[in-house]
């Protein structure tokens, strides 16, 4: 079984950023210009605006039997000469809180129009803080987007004309302003200690000759996301995740393909744990493998099955806790498409009513920054 130690994204109040952040002055002007000066002639004016643009910065080595395999480049110059990779997404919205133009499928929705991209992110912004050529980036892309949006807006309401709503659960919901600023934590990354560590881990899985192909991969991960909406809401906020992730592959004496791993997961490398306790892990997966490869096929069984551990934990997210997260049901312009968009409604016909037993709670708390002593 995959053993994993969860990093918890956590929230902490730290000082600010740089007083003259230009990429936040840039998201700061440009929204105000747009919910100012943001509208085509007889059309409705955005009610809702909002952007986010995401640093990221990463370093990876991978290694199999004691070679190295694989190495981010950029990464052996230490931070000074590691360049981060910037992401813009823009979000746009016309209409009102209940009836906007999201929540909306037209499967031919840029016909009889310009067909312009649907930036809600993934779009690349300068890595040098120039104030005047972001401005240029968001302000071609909320433009952008301000157009489709107009047009889903239309092609929205027509849809629902003629159709009776038996949801009518709002599109959208007004939330009280806040604002966090975050310091950045560096992303620290010893190249030739990061690179020797996986080598020497790998090389163990010399010593079970039916490993037929194996790998260990260390990469560490830094985000900062500066983040600006119309509400008044406003956030720089700062997170990592370092991964060792240790696979092995084998084939059984009937000539199945099997294969297991390990995965180890904490908020910097220096974080994950101890050698020792990574090495123990790998001898474990080694006979687990081993005796796999040796067992008999199991017979065809149908009953229960009980699940421990990480399992249960992964089973309940999966059959219930992913079904909390409701949504209001997507409007599609042709009725075809609509179980497809809206078979999976989740628990949103359970609102009021018992969804689990009584000896079982569940808590939200984005705030704690570990569980029972596991960060």
């Known amino acids: 079984m995959i053993r994993k130690i969860l990093a918890t994204a956590f929230l902490c109040a730290a000082p600010a950023l740089a007083a003259d952040d230009v990429v936040m002055r840039a998201m700061r002007d440009e929204l105000a210009r747009s919910m100012k000066k943001l509208q085509l002639e007889n059309l409705q004016k955005p009610y809702f605006v909002a952007y986010r643009i995401v640093e990221t910065e990463g370093c990876s080595a991978a290694a199999s039997f004691g070679a190295l395999t694989g190495a981010s480049a950029g990464c052996e110059g230490g931070p000074e000469a590691r360049r981060p990779f910037r992401n813009m997404g823009v979000e746009v919205r016309v209409g009102d809180y209940a009836r906007d133009n999201t929540n909306f499928f037209a499967p031919r929705m840029m ?23 972001i401005r240029r980036q968001l302000w071609l892309t909320t433009d952008s987007a301000y157009k489709n949006a107009l047009d889903f807006y239309a092609k929205k309401k027509a849809a629902l004309e003629n159709r009776n709503r038996t949801d009518d659960a709002p599109d959208f919901s007004k939330e009280p302003a806040v604002t966090l600023t975050e310091t950045p934590e560096p992303l620290v990354w010893d190249r030739a200690a990061e690179e020797r560590f996986v080598k020497e881990l790998s090389a163990l899985f010399r010593e079970t000759p039916g490993i037929d192909n194996s790998s260990v991969n260390l990469t560490v991960n830094s985000w900062l996301t500066r983040y600006v909406n119309s509400e008044g809401t406003s956030y720089v906020r700062s997170s990592s995740l370092a991964s060792l992730s240790i696979t092995a592959e084998t084939q059984a004496v009937d000539g199945m393909p099997l294969a297991d791993s390990e995965v180890f997961r904490a908020r910097s490398v220096r974080a994950l744990p101890a050698r020792d ?64 968009y809206n078979a999976n409604g989740g628990l949103a016909d359970k609102i009021g009513s018992r969804v689990l037993p009584d000896f079982l709670s569940l808590t939200d708390n984005p705030a704690a920054t570990e569980f029972q002593g596991k960060p």
């Open 111 to 133: 016909t009889g129009g310009v067909a312009r991209p649907l930036i809600t992110g993934g779009m690349g912004v300068p890595v040098d803080d120039n104030y005047d050529e």
């Open 277 to 340: 306790e990574i090495v123990k892990a790998i001898r474990t997966l080694q006979t687990r493998l081993d005796r796999l490869r040796k067992a008999a096929l199991v017979e065809r069984y149908t009953g229960p099955v009980l699940f421990e551990s990480d399992a249960a934990g992964e089973l309940f997210l999966q059959a219930i806790g992913s079904a909390m997260a409701g949504v209001p049901r997507v409007v599609v312009d042709d009725l075809r498409f609509e179980r497809a």
